[in-house]
Every structure is written in C-alpha cells, then in structure tokens.
C-alpha cells in the first residue's frame, strides 16, 4: 500500500524559512503530477504549488516569488522551500501525488497533513 509521508513542519517566526518533505512509501510507478495543498483555520483547501513529471511548476499567486517546488523522481519524492514565511501562511500542508496503476486508472494518493505556524 502506498502512503505519502511529509515532515518538516514547525513553529517559526515571520520572515524566517521551513523546507517540507514528502516521500512515497510502498511501491508505486511515478508520479504524475507532485503538489502541495494547505488548509488554513476556517478555510477551504487550497492549491498551493504543484510541478509535473516534466519538471513544469505552477503556484498560487499568494506564494509566487517565496516558495519553491521540487522533485526528485527517483525517490517519489516532492519538496517545498517557503521563505520570507508570513503568518497567512498558517495551516496544515498536504502532500499530494497521482499515479497511472492501470491502463485506465490514475489514483490519488494524500499525505496526512503537517502544521505549519508562522506566529511571532
């Protein structure tokens, strides 16, 4: 069975850096695409940034400039480097990953949050 992990979450301050992490457990064929969601207190879930197995990246114009995504396809893994953090960014961060198990299927796989708090 395949499960996504994060780590990398934490208490900081604003202006200050946190990297998260997620890897894939379990065997799998690839992603297809790699993202990072978050839900923020009293909000829906957003789309935060997402990149493709051919490496093209697209963000939420919130984070645009601060936060960078990454993958390394080799260890079915995605990452998210978010400097100059602000406390808008408060919320939990979900990995999420989509992968072709059969001819006609691609299945969604999620990972199972990890809180990020920016607070002076």
């Known amino acids: 069975q395949v499960q996504l992990v994060e780590s990398g979450g934490g208490l900081v301050q604003p202006g200050e850096s946190l990297r998260l992490s997620c890897a894939a457990s379990?065997?799998?064929?690839?992603?297809?695409?790699m993202a990072w969601y978050r839900r923020a207190p009293g909000k829906e879930r957003e789309l935060v940034a997402s990149?493709?197995?051919?490496?093209?990246?697209n963000y939420d114009d919130s984070v645009k400039g601060r936060f960078t995504i990454s993958r390394d396809n080799a260890k079915n893994a995605v990452y998210l480097q978010m400097n100059s953090l602000r406390s808008d960014d408060t919320a939990v961060y979900y990995c999420?990953?989509?992968?072709?198990?059969?001819?006609?299927?691609?299945?969604?796989?999620w990972g199972q949050g990890t809180q990020v708090t920016v607070s002076s």
């Open positions: 999420f990953g989509d992968s072709r198990v059969s001819s006609i299927e691609i299945r969604n796989y």
């Open positions: 379990g065997t799998i064929n690839g992603f297809i695409t």
């Open positions: 990149m493709s197995d051919d490496g093209s990246a």
